[in-house]
């Protein structure tokens, strides 16, 4: 069974008095998560941990045999952290419209499962290639889609920031799952947009590529969002398929 490295680091930015990202990475279950809290009166961090705890609860108490399975505790993993985002609204009002995007990446017998909500992304670093694997939930990336913009004008759009889909906004939400397969040196990349509204690709493939360790590649993602601005909260994990 090949070995999953990985490494994370989030990073409140220059212009943020509170970081609203969450992170975690349960490297026994070969599950990593990351999420980016928003709305609320300031309680954005608190849907965000919501949703990290959801998959540390969900996935630390699973047996992860099969794809199957697998692919089952992600949703039911998005729908807790859902619920539970929506009951602590309706105990605390004050809190009322905070939520978070998520992002869960899972191992399992030679393939990658992945759910999907918002506009954190996944990519997948193959072949000195970055492509990525999710599509945001935005109100910009639905312009692109329909041609009423390009893809330049996206990166600067004022208005890119507006997400469509959030876990805990509403009980009936829907989620992205993905699936793919893995290969010896393929290097996953969850983020926060607080890096890739900050950098360019190719800047996040010149870092990828090089011979760097995997946690100074994560401090060095992290370093040129903020070099670039760091208007946000800035959250990177990074997971690599070694060989047995």
Do not use: W
């Not at 943020?16 to 300031?42: P, Q, T, Y």
Request: with cysteine; hydrophobic share 45%; net charge negative.
């Amino acid at each position: 069974m090949p070995i999953i490295e990985t490494a994370g680091a989030t990073d409140v930015g220059l212009r943020r008095s509170n970081n609203e990202d969450a992170f975690v990475i349960m490297a026994d279950k070969r599950v990593v998560s990351v999420a980016d809290g928003m709305g609320g009166a300031a309680a954005g961090e608190v849907a965000s941990n919501i949703f990290v705890t959801a998959v540390q609860d969900f996935f630390g108490a699973a047996c992860l045999a099969t794809e199957d399975a697998v692919y089952q505790l992600v949703k039911q993993t998005f729908n807790a952290a859902n619920n539970r985002i929506i009951e602590h609204v309706i105990q605390n009002p004050d809190n009322a419209g905070m939520g978070c995007t998520g992002e869960l990446l899972a191992f399992v017998d030679g393939r990658y499962i992945i759910g999907h909500v918002g506009d954190s992304r996944i990519y997948l670093f193959r072949n000195g290639e970055l492509r990525q694997l999710t599509k945001d939930h935005s109100l910009v990336q639905m312009q692109l889609d329909g041609g009423a913009i390009t893809a330049e004008e996206a990166r600067v759009h004022p208005k890119r920031n507006i997400v469509l889909r959030v876990v805990g906004m509403e009980l009936d939400f829907s989620l992205d799952i993905l699936r793919g397969n893995t290969f010896v040196h393929d290097l996953f990349l969850l983020c926060s947009d607080g890096l890739t509204d900050m950098i360019e690709d190719t800047i996040i493939s010149a870092i990828l590529l090089s011979s760097l360790s995997l946690d100074h590649k994560a401090e060095q993602l992290i370093e040129a969002a903020k070099k670039a601005g760091g208007k946000d909260n800035i959250t990177v994990v990074l997971c690599k398929i070694n060989e047995t």
